[in-house]
């Protein structure tokens, strides 16, 4: 059974960095699509960014391009999220998600597997 548990999520200030954290259980990282994205109140989730094991490729959404960094530890099965000079636009429950087919894509509807999401906040 594939679990995706994030974590790293808190309250920052404009400008700040915070690391989110997916940690993986029953997904096989050199075989998966994993994404990150996000859902601010009252607006649909969307695609953040995500890196693909089949074919080693990453998205990033172009609001977060130079800011956000996606990476994965095989070893430790899990996938991060680094968020550097965060701006209260990044407010949002952040999700990761992931599937085994394909590769890289903002679509939501294409992962099948979901975590419980983690609370970012970036406020004065």
């Known amino acids: 059974q594939v679990q995706l548990v994030e974590s790293g999520g808190g309250s920052v200030q404009p400008g700040d960095s915070l690391p989110l954290s997916c940690a993986t259980s029953?997904?096989?990282?050199?075989?998966?699509?994993i994404g990150w994205f996000r859902q601010a109140p009252g607006k649909e989730r969307e695609g953040v960014s995500c890196?693909?094991?089949?074919?080693?490729?990453?998205y990033y959404q172009n609001s977060v391009k130079g800011r956000f960094t996606i990476s994965r530890d095989k070893a430790k099965k899990t996938v991060s999220l680094q968020m550097n000079s965060l701006e209260p636009e990044d407010t949002a429950i952040y999700y990761c998600?992931?599937?085994?087919?394909?590769?890289?894509?903002?679509?939501?509807?294409?992962?099948?597997?979901w975590g419980q999401g983690t609370q970012v906040t970036v406020s004065s």
């Open positions: 029953g997904l096989n990282l050199d075989y998966s699509v």
């Open positions: 890196v693909s094991s089949t074919d080693d490729k990453t």
């Open positions: 998600a992931a599937v085994y087919r394909g590769s890289c894509t903002s679509d939501s509807s294409v992962y099948d597997y």
